[in-house]
């Protein structure tokens, strides 16, 4: 299984917008092989957000990720997701845990 928690700041000007495709994206992206997929917002520092995704393989992670290129377009070349996202980040930080059982 697979964690990933991305710590964002959004730009103000495009909260609105943010708000809206993240809402759309958890409603028409691949859920196969997700076992969690939640955004969440800093009630005191609204432009804050946290992603938590766990999935069952990097296969299915992947495949979650080109979903996101055919719904949102390409990626600037080195960066890991489509460029309408990324240039709605302030700042983003993706990090990948190990479960400890």
Not at 17 to 23: A, G, M, N, S, V
Not at 27 to 41: D, L, P, V
Request: net charge negative.
């Amino acid at each position: 299984m697979l964690t990933l928690m991305v710590h964002a700041k959004i730009k103000r000007e495009m909260l609105n917008e943010y708000l809206d495709l993240i809402r759309m994206l958890g409603r028409e992206t691949t859920k196969k092989g997700c076992i969690t997929y939640s955004f969440f917002q800093n009630k005191e520092e609204p432009a804050e957000f946290v992603l938590y995704e766990q999935w069952e393989t990097q296969t299915d992670l992947d495949k979650h990720i080109n979903e996101l290129f055919e719904i949102l377009g390409p990626a600037k070349p080195g960066d890991p997701i489509p460029e309408k996202l990324m240039s709605m980040y302030e700042k983003a930080k993706p990090v990948f845990y190990n479960i400890i059982e």
